[in-house]
DNA sequence: CGGGGCATGATTGTTCACAATAAAGTTGAC
DNA sequence: GTCAACTTTATTGTGAACAATCATGCCCCG
């Protein structure tokens, strides 16, 4: 597919290599749900052996972004509706506990980081740069669990986001969910600041609530669409 | 170590199998945190070749169970108080989560099962049995999340209670543990029972504070010991 | 014209041998 | 006796080949 490939890793990094670019890949949307993950072309893309791509795709398995098939390979995991409801709420239960921890732990030049992303969130929001809040979005999310120095629902958290990639743009796509988005996390930094972990773990609370009602209300748009 | 091995696993399902049998024997105790996992006694454990092995060891890795160090091979991951602490407050979050759902679809033989974990529990509990309640302790919450239908939490809970598989048990050893245990489990019944997801949610979270407060209690008691 | 069986190719699961690396043990000089 | 450099050994990381399995296309028969 890609034939330009990184310099050939060396020994002992091939299977951490696959593994991350095969991540990546997955996060940039070069990898679309229900692909096929060939080995032998991850071999040529990556540059790396056949028993790396092997145990990278095991890890992927794992962490429940590819799915394998015995005697048939490997693809990229096609989240139904419910899975990705389900994820969502475990992400919720999550992120609250990691935002709990933030306000503890933040530091003033955490808050620094916060109020920065905001402010792009908000040029962003301001230009109709969707794809952009959402990248914001996203690295807002990964700050507040790097802050919370919670290493645990780090690693969880970072797994759920992954395998959520697909439906994360979508979901800021509803109308007017991207204010609504700006004014909730908003409110987050403004309680994390304050150090106030109740008011932090309540205003998360309300944000991911509205991104479940948004996925609720594009799936249901889909499918929708989907029966003409 | 066990030259005692299962028949050997037709093709397809050594990786499988492996990961299984290794799994299953971090859960019973026959193997030790800090304990090395050389490659080729597993081969000889489970008459599996080496790659399933090699992946096996990444999936346990990913899962958090095992950890590997470049060149120098895997072995079962120790764990520190702290992380004890931080995977039981993630568990704590995602057990709120499942039992909601829980008390939303128990049915009828469900809220059976749970009442006969509980009578078991209780005998355990008379009889001083510590071991066997821990095990019913175990299934209890097992049942709760298979009640609950959330495939996602039951797969991110798995994974956790894996993880601290060697601190299960030492929980339980507190003084009145097991009693409180006992009650707070009954509650959660009750609440499950009478499809009340707010109680059940909040009977969890009374439970899950009782835990770590015991966590805590046995790992200053241990640091206490360590330090005469 | 359609469908079941059969060859064919593609791809995966497995095995083996070998190189690379880190830990342990040994030798030798000071 | 001790420490450093070297050797040995155990174990992992990797690459190539082989076997098993699935998907595909084809042919022959109805």
Request: proline share 3%; aromatic share 4%; charged share 30%.
């Amino acid at each position: 597919m890609s034939p330009i490939r990184a310099r050939r890793p060396k020994r002992g990094e091939g299977e951490g290599h696959c593994y991350r670019e095969l991540r990546r890949a997955l996060l940039e949307g070069r990898l679309v749900p229900g692909q096929r993950l060939v080995e032998t072309e991850l071999v040529r893309m990556f540059g790396v052996g056949r028993a790396a791509v092997r145990t990278a795709l095991a890890r992927l398995e794992q962490e429940g972004v590819v799915e394998r098939a015995l005697n048939r390979g490997a693809r990229v995991r096609l989240l139904t509706e419910e899975e990705a409801v389900e994820i969502l709420e475990a992400r919720a239960a999550l992120e609250c506990l990691a935002v709990r921890y933030a306000a503890l732990r933040a530091r003033a030049e955490d808050v620094q980081v916060l109020r920065e992303i905001l402010r792009e969130s908000a040029e962003c929001a301001r230009t109709g740069d969707l794809l952009g809040y959402s990248e914001r979005n996203g690295r807002f999310h990964q700050e507040l669990t790097r802050i919370s120095g919670h290493a645990t629902v780090a690693r969880l958290l970072d797994s759920l986001r992954t395998q959520m990639v697909r439906y994360q743009y979508r979901t800021v796509m509803a109308p007017g969910r991207v204010e609504r988005s700006l004014q909730e996390h908003r409110a987050i930094v403004t309680a994390v600041a304050s150090r106030d972990p109740d008011a932090a773990e309540a205003a998360m609370r309300v944000h991911v609530g509205g991104v479940l009602e948004a996925l609720r209300h594009v799936a249901r748009r889909t499918a929708a669409a989907a029966v003409p």
